[in-house]
């Protein structure tokens, strides 16, 4: 998947599930500024970080993958 679709999928779910990019970003302790860079499609998210971000917001990975036309 591409790094902007990773942002766009994970800032979508995390506004869906009520979480502010503070919120998120400390509940997987990491700094805001990278939270920013992932969403804005600037950094590609790690695997063991995708996995704390689809625990966290109770999303299976399959779900942040499945694209909508």
Excluded: C, H
Aim: hydrophobic letters at 40%; proline letters at 1%; charged letters at 35%.
């Amino acid at each position: 998947m591409e790094t902007e679709q990773w942002g766009r999928r994970i800032r979508a779910f995390r506004k869906l599930k009520g979480y502010t990019q503070a919120d998120l970003a400390k509940e997987l302790n990491i700094s805001l500024s990278i939270l920013g860079e992932i969403e804005r499609g600037n950094r590609l998210p790690a695997d063991e970080l995708i996995k704390k971000i689809s625990d966290t917001l109770g999303v299976s990975i399959d779900e942040f993958m499945e694209i909508r036309d």
